[in-house]
């Protein structure tokens, strides 16, 4: 049983709540030289989905879920690394990212992309396949921007 059962239905006198999961836009889709990254989020994805398809399924109507889709955060952690087309996949601001996520949790969004012009660039994954997209993602640089990347964390 997951940790998420064990509070499951809500206990007695809560009213409702919102679970909200920042995965990344790398839960969407692959990620050069970040699969373990990637797959980390894709898994993200999958339980928030999963939890939405839980609520319909249970006729949960009284918690939400939202899942959080961010570019690459301005955090430092990827400081070295070069986005190609950078005005139209900026690096995120993290109070930028909050003020969305707020939003979102307002609105009772399910999904968020931040930007939401990435959405664009994912509806060719899901249109026309994974060898289109990943051509996109050639041109767009994608498969360049994780080549300088270096772990400031230390070990």
């Given at each position: 049983?997951?940790?998420i ?28 030289r ?5 797959a ?14 839980e609520?319909d399924c249970?006729?949960?109507t ?5 899942t ?8 430092g ?24 996520i ?16 990435v ?10 396949g ?19 990347f270096?772990n400031i964390?230390?070990?």
């Amino acid at each position: 049983s997951s940790g998420i059962n064990a509070e499951w239905p809500l206990r007695p006198g809560e009213k409702g709540g919102h679970i909200t999961n920042v995965a990344s836009i790398a839960g969407l889709g692959p990620c050069p030289r970040m699969v373990d990254y990637g797959a980390s989020k894709h898994a993200v994805v999958g339980f928030s989905r999963g939890l939405q398809y839980e609520h319909d399924c249970c006729g949960i109507t009284n918690v939400k879920v939202t899942t959080i889709f961010p570019h690459l955060m301005n955090t430092g952690m990827f400081n070295n690394c070069t986005v190609k087309l950078n005005r139209m996949f900026p690096a995120i601001e993290p109070d930028h990212a909050a003020s969305k996520i707020i939003l979102a949790i307002e609105e009772e969004r399910e999904e968020m992309m931040i930007p939401q012009n990435v959405e664009k660039y994912f509806i060719i994954q899901y249109i026309y396949g994974s060898k289109m997209f990943r051509r996109l993602a050639k041109i767009f640089g994608n498969f360049e921007y994780m080549k300088s990347f270096q772990n400031i964390r230390e070990h």
